[in-house]
């Protein structure tokens, strides 16, 4: 099953292989469009996850702040997502037709 993420008429991300967690299609950092993202600033820690960094979405002059999320040294419970990028405010996140 491929899994996408879009947001503002673009694509920024899809894959076969994402791990859901807690609801959320973790998408492994290859399948992420680099060009769309910008580092943020903002931290969030989760008890069982560790700490979560956060990505600003940006796509046609438009920018969707800490529209994405992922753990650079999660907790062992959640090594399985290490890198791997998650999306909220707004990105849609549907399963398509191969």
Known sequence: MTVRAT????????????????????FPPEAVNREFFAPSATHTTCPWKGLASYYTVNVNGESNPDA????????DAAAKIRDYVAFWHGVAVEKVDD
């Open 7 to 26: 947001w503002n008429g673009q694509v920024l991300a899809e894959s076969d292989h994402t791990v859901v967690v807690e609801g959320n299609h973790y």
């Open 68 to 75: 994405a999320w992922y753990y650079p040294e999660p907790k």
